[in-house]
T-cell receptor, first 110, second 114 residues
Framework: DQQVKQNSPSLSVQEGRISILNCDYTNSMFDYFLWYKKYPAEGPTFLISISSIKDKNEDGRFTVFLNKSAKHLSLHIVPSQPGDSAVYFCAAGTFQKLVFGTGTRLLVSP | NAGVTQTPKFQVLKTGQSMTLQCAQDMNHEYMSWYRQDPGMGLRLIHYSVGAGITDQGEVPNGYNVSRSTTEDFPLRLLSAAPSQTSVYFC?????????????FGPGTRLTVT
């Protein structure tokens, strides 16, 4: 039973456009949500996070939206750059235990 | 400040062999954890520790042991390796900063069990 789902295995966008990555979760006890970016042969790199008391958090080109009633979060990247091409994982949980989605591979073409 | 370090980077074991994956962090984080990443499965939590002397099981703990004798180190032991433990292993650490649970990952250890 997957508690955190990323239903799109891949996403292709053009440079300069918006990338929207989606994530759904099932456990209403989750109080913290994060996005990670991963390049091949490297560890995941933290991008942005949001706690359950907020519905939006921005950091430069990255914005995370949380819809608690729908148990859905999304990551918006604006504008997308070729260097953003990587696998993006969402994670949800509590301080002690995080559950990760299976990842979405983003390809940003020039 | 090296962050989270892991050794070795690569390892090949025969079924039944034992080994220890090393993890160290220099950020004085109280929380450390081990994940494994398999194709199409995302990262799954193996074991975690909320401080020296305290460990607990994650989602997939079977076949792995951990201990936490210092804040800095959190080794993962495979007592009798099995082919199902072929995976990439990531160690992570974090601390509470207000409401932020930012978690830092090491570069990973790629383990093959034949």
């Amino acid at each position: 039973d997957q508690q955190v789902k990323q239903n799109s295995p891949s996403l292709s966008v053009q440079e300069g456009r918006i990338s929207i990555l989606n994530c759904d979760y099932t456990n209403s006890m989750f109080d913290y949500f994060l996005w990670y970016k991963k390049y091949p042969a490297e560890g995941p790199t933290f991008l942005i996070s949001i706690s359950s008391i907020k519905d939006k958090n921005e950091d430069g080109r990255f914005t995370v939206f949380l819809n608690k009633s729908a148990k859905h979060l999304s990551l918006h990247i604006v504008p997308s750059q070729p260097g953003d091409s990587a696998v993006y994982f969402c994670a949800a949980g509590t301080f002690q235990k995080l559950v990760f989605g299976t990842g979405t591979r983003l390809l940003v073409s020039p | 400040n090296a962050g989270v370090t892991q050794t070795p980077k690569f390892q090949v074991l025969k079924t039944g062999q034992s080994m220890t994956l090393q993890c160290a962090q220099d950020m004085n984080h109280e929380y450390m954890s081990w994940y494994r990443q398999d194709p199409g499965m995302g990262l799954r939590l193996i074991h975690y520790s909320v401080g020296a002397g305290i460990t607990d099981q994650g989602e997939v703990p079977n076949g792995y042991n951990v201990s936490r004798s210092t804040t800095e180190d959190f080794p993962l032991r495979l007592l009798s390796a099995a082919p199902s433990q072929t995976s990439v292993y990531f160690c992570a650490s974090k601390t509470k900063q207000g409401a932020s649970y930012e978690q830092y990952f090491g570069p990973g250890t790629r383990l093959t069990v034949t």
